[in-house]
């Protein structure tokens, strides 16, 4: 355990160096998926100064960086990507999403919660980590992408294939994507729910609104349906995982013209579903109730992402340790929220982690971290590295 302070925080002496300025240096490459923007040169470049072998992989126009310290087990890989969303009107942001701002204990611009931050501070954990014990036992790596913001099509997964491909595996990988909800290290996450969008077509038959006798709206006609998948119970979930969830984002219907019933009406809808279904069986269920509805539809299905859930071992339990001793707080271990390209790693890793900053303005105007979030998360990788690899 590290020297403490009286103030509970660990002591000047044993901090890793600041992660703020490399922070900096990322946020102010403009990397709208799925540029990158020069950020994995950028990073490319100080790995290979400590001893990283430093390997581009380009597909398509997704720029990929697997960087590896080691040829021995364990691996202990840190994720993330280089990839911002758009920042949406510029008049809202109090400044420059890309020329990054420190105000108010915090520092602001696109990227500065999801996930620049977090990947500033891998680096100066891993720097300050080799400084200590140059000659660590097992691996370091980094595995970063400009694709996950995406369809991430291109990024993460086509990295494992490659890594899958040479027999080349990984221990333990730490994703840093903003996982703590209203302070650092309150939550982390250890699988994630799988998603399923479809787009649902109904047809009926366009005509006047005055005589309904001539028409078959198809509106009316799906409304039912929609209520009835809306109510069902599709699973109970889990000890891991709450229930699968189903709702409408969108529907589309009409002319434009108040006097005419329209022809088709599309709507889309999504699941968000746990280990206890799969997209075969929901794909099966839905089509079934709407065939009982007597619809004449048509279904496109869309699968964004399978379940998955990391084994509860050595690394979740290191990761949690070295929150408390860093933030005071128990982590939760949940598997909440959206999907991240954890759902690749797990396919040539066995434990999964996903610990970053707070998410509260994650793809929002005027997206910040805590200055003290950027002390105490490379703290928190450095104590990781150093008890996963003595």
Known sequence: MPERSAAGSPSAASRPPSALELAKELISRKSITPEDGGCQELLAARLAKVGFQCEPMKFGAVTNLWARRGTGHPVVCFAGHTDVVPTGPLSEWHSDPFVPTTREGKLFGRGAADMKSSIACFVVAAESFLKERPGHSGSIALLLTSDEEGPALDGTVKVVDALKKRSERIDYCIVGEPSSVDALGDTMKIGRRGSLSG????????????????????????????????????????????????????????????????????????????????????????????AEHGLDFRLEWTLGARPFLSKRGRLAQVVQEAARRHTGRHGELETTGGTSDARFIIDICPEIIELGPINMSIHKLNEHIRLEELEQLPAIYLDVLRTLLP
Do not use: C
């Open 199 to 290: 787009r649902l077509t109904v047809r009926g038959v366009q005509g006047h609104v005055a005589y309904p006798h001539l028409v078959k709206n198809p509106i009316h006609m799906v409304a039912p349906a929609l209520a009835e998948i809306s109510t069902t119970e599709w699973d109970k979930g889990n000890e891991s995982f709450p229930p699968t969830s189903f709702q409408v984002s969108n529907i589309h219907a009409g002319t434009g013209a108040g006097n005419v019933v329209p022809g088709t009406v599309e709507v889309d809808f999504n699941f968000r579903f746990s280990t206890e279904s799969t997209d075969a069986s929901l794909k099966k269920r839905v089509e079934s109730i709407l």
